[in-house]
């Protein structure tokens, strides 16, 4: 097996060839990768690993260090084993877990963009993204899994490709990777703001101000640990929500949300926490006599900003309203005595 340099130079045996590995180290199916630390100052051995392998993410490289399946110059290494020049460094990457349940389901899927890197859908209500307990089909990974045969192991084996989550009842665009290096660069532009995520909402209520931003840590609540809320900077993961009024429609009001990071039901549980909570949401709303029958929250992720993970092209990706959504805009706008925009 070649040695080669590292820094933008990828040593890469096929899958399979690590049989004749000693010791133990890299047996069976996979495939073993060998790089040269070519720098002059020390590096910890996780940063420069993930630096060298992009395709794979940094809790990935976490988990192979943790196994043990990195070795530098023979001997198992640790995270912040530093590296020197010349060390050689050795990495084992056994294939993604297997799938044991998830199936391929037809299922119609709404395509706003697709090309080999990445697919965009603009998700109905009513639909769950990933598998969980209870819930082991009929989502929308299973419908991916139909639409791109060659979807399975990335990122994981409950969540292939999946770059970020919408609630079930939560409508509109969701961006979905097909490969482990268009996975990685995606979360990125996630972590880092470069995606932009926008959404309109009708809440309960008129907000006094036209705009503002909602900063507020999100973790489980107190008391119902099924539920979400504000808390305290310790025992909460910060997150950042702005907001602006587009239509203020007599008890209700239609808002459009920008958002910095991306909690678990962050819109939705911001908008409770200001006393505005989105119409139908049955978790955070306690209004039930609703204008128009709704299957949930009336919350929707009208737009999606990115870059192409490949190319590097700005995208920018819009999911029309779905039309229990218009329906219920035209009811309050008669209501309301003027006919919306």
């Not at 040695?3 to 004749?20: M, R």
């Not at 995270?79 to 460094?89: I, N």
């Amino acid at each position: 097996m070649d040695t080669v340099q590292g820094d933008w130079g990828h040593g890469q045996a096929a899958p399979g060839s690590s049989t004749a590995a000693e010791g133990g180290f890299a047996q069976g199916e996979g495939e073993l990768v060998t790089l040269s630390y070519p720098r002059p100052l020390p590096m910890r051995l996780d940063r420069w690993l993930v630096s060298q392998r992009p395709e794979q993410s940094r809790a990935r490289i976490q988990k192979f260090i943790d196994a043990g399946y990195v070795r530098v110059n023979g001997v198992t290494g640790r995270a912040k084993t530093p590296l020197r020049t010349g060390d050689v460094v050795e990495l084992w990457m056994p294939p993604p877990e297997p799938l044991a349940y998830l199936v391929p389901q037809a299922m119609p899927l709404d395509v706003l963009f697709e090309d080999e890197h990445l697919i965009v859908l603009n998700k109905p209500a009513g639909l769950t993204v990933h598998p969980a307990p209870g819930n082991k089909d009929g989502t929308l990974v299973n419908g991916l899994l139909h639409h791109c045969p060659d979807l399975p192991g990335i990122g994981g084996e409950l969540r292939p490709g999946i770059v970020h989550r919408l609630d079930k009842d939560t409508t509109g665009c969701i961006v979905v990777a097909k490969s482990q290096q268009a996975l990685v660069r995606l979360q990125v532009q996630i972590q880092k703001r470069i995606a932009s995520r926008q959404y309109l909402a009708v809440v309960h209520g008129q907000p006094a101000a036209d705009y503002g931003t909602i900063i507020g840590a999100i973790g489980r609540h107190p008391v119902d640990r099924k539920k979400y809320a504000v808390v305290s900077d310790e025992s909460g993961r910060h997150a950042c929500t702005h907001w602006r009024v587009i239509e203020r429609l007599g008890d209700y009001a239609l808002l459009r949300f920008k958002l910095d990071t991306g909690r678990t039901h962050q819109i939705r549980v911001h908008c409770a926490h200001m006393n505005h909570p989105i119409v139908g949401d049955p978790v955070y709303s306690r209004c039930r006599n609703l204008p128009v029958d709704l299957p949930g929250q009336a919350l929707h992720a009208v737009q999606l900003g990115l870059d192409h993970p490949i190319s590097g092209e700005r995208l920018l990706c819009e999911a029309p309203l779905p039309p229990v959504f218009e329906k219920l805009l035209a009811h309050l706008r008669r209501r309301a005595g003027h006919p919306g925009l």
